[in-house]
């Protein structure tokens, strides 16, 4: 999640992310998107702050990818956002102390819910009840580590809500971006075989994310967006 895994920062992360910003109700604390924009695209993007994504599952053993990408788009209703779900993307991936490691996120993504605490002006907070992992039918966020081209195990993350940490997402001064810090715990994975770990539900994702807002889907016009 894996993150890469800023929050997602998560996000991972919806650490994980895995990477991320925000999904919140109507009546909560609004993001405020300018320019009369009648959709919000989002990416958000570990490389401009040259952040690694990363998920601990044992003491020793992690994933830590340095290229995240998180895609998602949302209805502006009176200049605010109220609901958006996160695509995730990990590349330049390695894991379990093997060099190279694929991630593969197919039919999952991150839902970020209503955020109960706000710094007007300034920031949000999700808690863990208001980050999940949501995939589709039996998919899973899969980690797997090669050697010489050869798999060697693979550790999965499934749909779940984790069980402590957070995501922060503050305003740039500088920019209309946002900046997104996740450290987000308790998060459950299974393992195939132990290079992997053992499995259980204590891996954490640790990973910041900048957020850029866009008023098209081709992500060339950009639009100010802003936690007020």
């Known amino acids: 999640m894996i993150r890469?895994?800023?929050?997602?920062?998560?996000?991972?992360?919806?650490?994980?992310?895995?990477?991320?910003?925000?999904?919140?109700?109507?009546?909560?604390?609004?993001?405020?998107?300018g320019e009369g924009a009648a959709t919000l695209f989002v990416t958000?993007?570990?490389?401009?702050?040259?952040?690694?994504?990363?998920?601990?599952?044992?003491?020793?053993?992690?994933v830590e990818c340095t290229h995240s990408l998180y895609r998602g788009s949302a209805a502006v209703t009176s200049g605010a956002v109220n609901h958006i779900t996160l695509t995730p993307e990990y590349t330049n991936c390695k894991a379990f102390g093997f060099a190279t490691a694929h991630v593969s996120t197919a039919g999952c993504v991150f839902t970020l819910t209503t955020p109960t605490s706000l710094v007007k002006g300034t920031s949000v907070t999700w808690h863990p009840s208001q980050i999940h992992v949501v995939c589709e039918g039996t998919k899973k966020i899969t980690i797997t580590p090669t050697s010489f081209g050869v798999s060697v195990c693979t550790a999965s993350v499934g749909t779940q809500t984790p069980t402590a940490g957070h995501l922060v997402s503050k305003n740039l001064a500088a920019t209309n971006e946002l900046t997104d810090e996740a450290t987000v715990e308790g998060v459950a994975y299974t393992s195939t075989s132990s290079p992997c770990g053992k499995g259980g539900n204590t891996a954490k994702f640790i990973g910041n994310t900048t957020t850029t807002c866009w008023s098209n889907a081709a992500h060339t016009v950009k639009v100010s967006c802003r936690w007020s």
């Open 4 to 33: 890469k895994y800023k929050a997602l920062s998560l996000a991972m992360m919806a650490l994980f992310a895995f990477g991320a910003i925000a999904a919140q109700s109507a009546s909560a604390n609004p993001l405020t998107v």
């Open 44 to 62: 958000g993007t570990s490389d401009p702050v040259g952040s690694t994504h990363t998920l601990t599952v044992e003491p020793g053993l992690s």
